[in-house]
């Protein structure tokens, strides 16, 4: 193509010339000026070959809240309500229960004086003391002073103050917990274990099925990018490979959990799109895709501004640019297609 335009440059001079030889009264137009060549900059960076798929975003650590005693359900916190430490996740014939304690452990066991020592005596003194009813040494012994914490508990929450806590009446959890769809409707009766209704932390989540062939493209800990609802990216984390592999329609699957370093709105169950890095490389010369040329007889070039033609061997290609072997330093600057 450029041979061509500067052939036809230099027949409209001879035309000219042949006009002015003629004895022609008017002066030929001037010829067109060749359009300015579009460049790029040689630049040194990373580039990440990508493949996205379909993702879920939800809340992590989901669960079920199940009811602790008989009765009738009176109370149920709103899906989509969040509950802190000290405060109650639904009520039993008009009083209170399910009050939210932060912990791993779940309650197995009644909380009362004289009972044995363990690790879940320190998980509610240290829930105690958080709250503000000092109980004294947090540690695995319940003592007098973890007695009259329970009882400053219980006077604070207009509960019957006998000193103990039955298992029905707190609920321990990680953290803040998210109420989700509820499983039972106020005025139902009651049972110890009876689904009361979805919880889940409020940390965001993006869960991917994926092919189970294909487990080497997450790893623990790769760095994902992650488009919302919204049309906005951000930027998440590999946090578990699933180990067991589940059968999803017609695809052998396994369960990928990502964590995400910003804000993901409020939404629940909603479609995501997940960016996962199939392959890279750091610190390479690339440019953009448009300014390599192929060569007779095969091979790549780059045609730098000064006309020179430089032999590459392209490597990676990623968004529209490609990774460049040759003769070549970061900074030059090479002529692109328009």
């Known amino acids: ?5 500067g052939g036809a440059v230099a027949a409209a001079g001879l035309v000219a ?11 030929p137009r001037a010829a067109e000026a060749t359009p300015a060549r579009a460049t790029a900059a040689v630049e040194r960076r990373d580039l990440v070959d990508r493949e996205t798929l379909a993702g879920t975003l939800g809340y992590a650590d989901p669960g079920t809240l199940a009811a602790g005693a008989d009765g009738t359900l009176t109370g149920l916190r709103e899906p989509g309500s969040v509950v802190t430490r000290g405060h109650s996740l639904y009520a039993i014939d008009g009083h209170a229960a399910a009050f939210l304690l932060y912990g791993g452990l779940p309650v197995w066991r009644d909380f009362e004086p004289g009972m044995t020592d363990g690790e879940d005596v320190r998980q509610l003194e240290r829930n105690l003391r958080a709250l503000g009813h000092d109980p004294g040494a947090v540690d695995d012994d319940w003592d007098a002073d973890t007695t009259a914490a329970v009882m400053r508990f219980q006077s604070a929450r207009e509960l019957d103050e006998n000193g103990s806590l039955a298992r029905g009446e707190i ?15 106020v005025g139902d009766q009651t049972s110890p274990g009876r689904p009361l209704a979805e919880t889940a932390s409020t940390e965001r989540r993006v869960t991917v099925m994926l092919d189970a062939r294909r487990q080497r493209l997450a790893r623990r800990g790769d760095r994902v990018d992650v488009e919302l609802p919204s049309g906005r990216t951000v930027r998440g984390r590999v946090a578990e490979v699933g180990k067991v592999a589940t059968k999803l329609e017609e695809e052998v699957v396994i369960e990928v959990t990502i964590t995400l370093a910003g804000r993901a709105g409020d939404l629940d169950q909603a479609p995501v799109d997940v960016e996962f890095a199939v392959e890279r490389r750091e610190d390479v010369l690339a440019v953009p895709v448009k300014a390599l040329l192929a060569r007779q007889g095969g091979g790549y070039a780059l045609e730098l501004t000064d006309g020179r033609l430089v032999n590459v061997e392209p490597g990676l290609y990623a968004d529209d640019m490609v990774e460049v072997t040759g003769d070549l330093r970061e900074g030059q600057r090479v002529v692109t297609a328009q």
């Open 1 to 5: 193509m450029k041979r061509l335009a």
């Open 17 to 27: 010339a042949a006009a002015l030889a003629a004895g022609g009264d008017s002066a």
């Open 171 to 185: 609920v321990f959890r990680r953290g803040p917990t998210r109420m989700g769809e509820p499983k039972a409707a």
